[in-house]
């Protein structure tokens, strides 16, 4: 996993000395649930995800650099939401963001700066971005982006207690990619 720096971020590997900040904002009934997750219920919780995280080698998390602070995560994973688009070299983008840090742009930068990686470090074809249809917030990182709406699911979410929602799916080639650059 590359450490990938923006002008106020650094996107880099989690560590276990991250558990305060994780368990700050994943604790809170505003996050996990619009990410399709239940709140964490103690730093035990949040140190098994981050042992998750190094494990998949999917999840950066994201540094602020004028506080040293880990104020979210952004993840680029290992994802098909279109099974016609198997063969494609792709992967979907996830990210959370801690409250205190909300209306920021922050994750439109971290969004950015993993899309550019994606398409010229790790050669992919296709990236994904994908939001609940109840969560304006993530929908609102995908307007300032350029993916493109492709289709909308009806599925459950088991961490949830298979809650049914409607995901809505956006995808950016790489072709569409270095048009725009």
């Known amino acids: 996993m590359s450490i990938l720096e923006t002008e106020r971020l650094i996107l880099r590997k989690w560590t276990y000395e991250d558990v305060d900040d994780l368990f700050e904002y994943a604790k809170s009934d505003l996050v996990g649930p619009n990410a399709g997750w239940k709140p964490h219920k103690d730093q035990e919780e949040s140190k098994e995800i981050i042992k998750m995280f190094i494990e998949s080698d999917e999840v950066y998390a994201i540094e602020l650099k004028d506080e040293n602070k880990v104020i979210g995560s952004i993840g680029i994973h290992r994802r098909t939401p279109d099974e016609k688009l198997?063969?494609?070299?792709q992967r979907e983008i996830g990210y959370v963001l801690n409250p205190k840090y909300w209306g920021n742009g922050y994750v439109p930068e971290a969004t950015?700066?993993?899309?550019?990686?994606?398409?010229?470090?790790?050669?992919?074809?296709?990236?994904?971005?994908?939001?609940?249809?109840?969560?304006?917030?993530?929908?609102?990182?995908?307007?300032k982006s350029p993916f493109k709406y492709i289709f909308k699911r009806k599925e459950e979410l088991k961490l949830l207690d298979n809650k049914k929602v409607?995901?809505?799916?956006?995808?950016?080639?790489?072709?569409?990619?270095?048009?725009?650059?």
Do not use: P, Q
Not at 116 to 133: P, Q, R, T, V
Not at 166 to 181: F, V
């Open 86 to 89: 198997k063969d494609l070299k």
């Open 112 to 143: 950015n700066a993993l899309i550019k990686h994606g398409f010229e470090e790790m050669n992919l074809e296709l990236i994904w971005c994908a939001h609940y249809d109840y969560n304006m917030r993530s929908k609102r990182v995908i307007e």
């Open 166 to 181: 409607t995901t809505l799916y956006h995808n950016l080639t790489k072709e569409e990619y270095y048009k725009n650059i």
